[in-house]
């Protein structure tokens, strides 16, 4: 079965702190990671993905097999970032859906 | 910059009642699809549709779901006969063919039963 965790709900951080929003997965192939996100009252749009190793608004997230971990960070926080994130599994390069986590809202403090 | 759009942005039913809730995705993407959010729990996918016929569908998309592309652009979800727990928000995508897989997501139908 496919599955993605994001174990925390909420997170506050202070602007300027950094920021590290925890996802883990479970799936025996070799899935496409993901982040989305969704900022308020828009939709849900793509921030990054795996095989693309970009960094997108400051944002990277490095994909460890051997800890079926795929978390977000950033190193410097900015209002701006407040948002609903969401980590996402495709199952295989190519397929056609997406397993998504809970979702994490993160909250930057001035 | 081109988007995907679904109307109506929200829409309240009885139950028993028959819903189609509405998406015209980016015009040049093949592959539609629609997730359900219900409220306080995950992005669920539904289904998936390339080529004018299902290609995936996840097992929540029993046979009181059907979906659609009736005219070339609109891409269509039907369900059947609503009940309470069919209150969630729906969300279109669509993406191009091939290994990007990147989902643009529409605004979401907030639908409600009744």
């Known amino acids: 079965a496919q599955r993605v965790t994001q174990p925390e709900k909420l997170l506050s951080v202070f602007k300027g702190a950094p920021v590290e929003l925890k996802c883990n997965y479970s799936y025996s192939g070799s899935p496409e990671l993901f982040w989305y996100v969704q900022y308020s009252r828009q939709r849900l749009q793509l921030l990054l993905r795996h095989i693309s190793r970009e960094s997108i608004k400051g944002f990277t997230a490095d994909l460890n097999k051997g800890e079926t971990s795929f978390h977000l960070k950033k190193p410097f926080a900015q209002e701006e970032d407040s948002a609903m994130y969401y980590c996402a599994l495709s199952p295989f390069q190519g397929a056609q859906k997406l397993v998504f986590g809970q979702g994490t809202r993160l909250t930057i403090n001035p | 910059e081109p988007e995907v759009t679904q109307t109506p942005s929200h829409q309240v039913t009885q139950m028993g009642q028959e819903v189609i809730l509405r998406c015209v995705p980016i015009?040049?993407?093949?592959?539609f699809y629609w997730y359900r959010q219900i409220l306080g729990q995950k992005v669920e996918f539904l289904v998936s549709?390339?080529?004018?016929?299902?290609?995936?569908k996840s097992e929540i998309f029993d046979d009181q779901f059907s979906v659609e592309r009736p005219d070339g652009s609109n891409f269509t979800l039907k369900i059947r006969s609503t009940k309470l727990e069919d209150s969630a928000m729906y969300f279109c995508a669509s993406s191009r063919l091939g290994q990007d897989t990147e989902a643009f997501f529409g605004q979401g139908t907030r639908l409600t039963v009744v």
């Open positions: 549709f390339y080529n004018n016929e299902i290609s995936e």
């Open positions: 015009s040049n993407h093949l592959y």
